[in-house]
């Protein structure tokens, strides 16, 4: 939901009310209409539309789009100046979009009072989402359009909820009702903290696929070590520091780390992407503390890439410093 012209326009398209009208089809079921809602942070995307009545079958999709929340569909090519030959024009196009949309989620329903549950990968998906547009807040559609398949709210909700309380996201909270429930988060942001468990878990899956049983074979960084009572060298990386501390200002690599985090994150999208994102502010933290072979430490776990990234965007400390770290000068 950017009023940049290079991304789409997204509209978050929701049901307001459902009521019935004194007309019955010819079946003998007294028909129904709809009041739709759609919004956008583009204020010539907002609309208001009511269907009329509407067909049974049709109005089954109205009630799971209900049940569902809101769905985020994308403003079609042109939508303001463009020729759309349908009846209602491009807002109609957007609601055919928005019900073929929530066609194809899994259906939820609260009939018996059911809830939806705590889902971790639900929360490590939106986790994941938010670090994507650090330092950039991202609001609730833009986080579901980021989502497949498209979570429901309360299941978006409790997510919200569960990683707020972990202190793993930010943002100003809407609450209500005798539970204090969350309703709305608006504006969500990821911590710091919130990056340090991605780049932890990250680490600890690498970990995982490094380890053998019986006799072990145990990579950390540039350290490695083999046989059941394998360990690194503890002092390594301390030791790899005191070798270019005098020629390495740590304010300057401080700043040029940060550069660095935010060129790479404008890009990121995979799990590597944000793996990397968490070990630049790792050693980001590291050289604020200046404590250099925390920062190596870090900064081994990256990759050549990264040091062709640094040279590219002239980062020449932060260049330096993660050559010494992949041991290629």
């Excluded at 939106?126 to 980021?146: C, D, G, S, W």
């Excluded at 960084?221 to 301390?238: D, K, L, P, T």
């Amino acid at each position: 939901m950017n009023s940049d012209s290079t991304k789409p326009v997204l509209i978050a398209v929701s049901i307001t009310k459902i009521e019935r009208v004194p007309i019955i089809d010819s079946n003998g079921i007294q028909l129904r209409s709809v009041y739709f809602r759609a919004q956008s942070t583009v204020q010539e995307a907002c609309f208001d539309r009511y269907s009329g009545p509407l067909h049974p079958d049709l109005m089954s999709n109205c009630e799971k789009l209900q049940r569902h929340g809101f769905t985020v569909v994308e403003a079609p090519d042109n939508w303001k100046y463009g020729y759309f030959p349908i009846a209602g024009g491009w807002q109609s196009m957007v609601l055919q979009k928005a019900i073929e949309r929530v066609k194809a989620l899994p259906d939820y329903s609260m009939e018996q009072g059911e809830m939806a549950n705590y889902d971790s990968e639900l929360a490590d998906r939106v986790l994941e989402a938010t670090a994507k547009t650090f330092p950039r807040q991202i609001n609730m559609a833009e986080l579901k359009h980021e989502l497949e398949p498209e979570p429901s709210d309360e299941a978006l909700l409790i997510a919200l909820d569960a990683l707020h309380i972990d202190k793993f996201i930010e943002g100003p909270q809407v609450r209500s009702g005798y539970r204090n429930e969350l309703r709305d988060m608006m504006l969500i942001r990821i911590t710091n903290e919130g990056r340090r468990h991605l780049a932890a878990k990250s680490e600890q899956i690498a970990a995982q696929n490094s380890v053998f049983h019986g006799d072990q074979i145990i990579n950390y960084g540039q350290v490695a070590a083999i046989g059941r009572n394998a360990s690194g060298a503890i002092n390594f990386y301390q030791q790899q520091w005191q070798q270019i501390e005098n020629s390495v200002d740590l304010e300057t690599l401080v700043t040029q780390l940060e550069q660095l985090r935010q060129e790479l994150q404008r890009n990121a999208t995979s799990r590597d992407d944000f793996k990397q994102l968490g070990l630049i502010a790792e050693a980001e933290e590291y050289a604020e503390k200046h404590d250099g072979g925390k920062v190596l430490e870090a900064l081994s776990k990256t990759g050549r890439a990264l040091f062709q990234l640094a040279e590219k965007i002239g980062a020449e400390v932060a260049a330096k410093v993660i050559l010494k770290s992949l041991k290629i000068e």
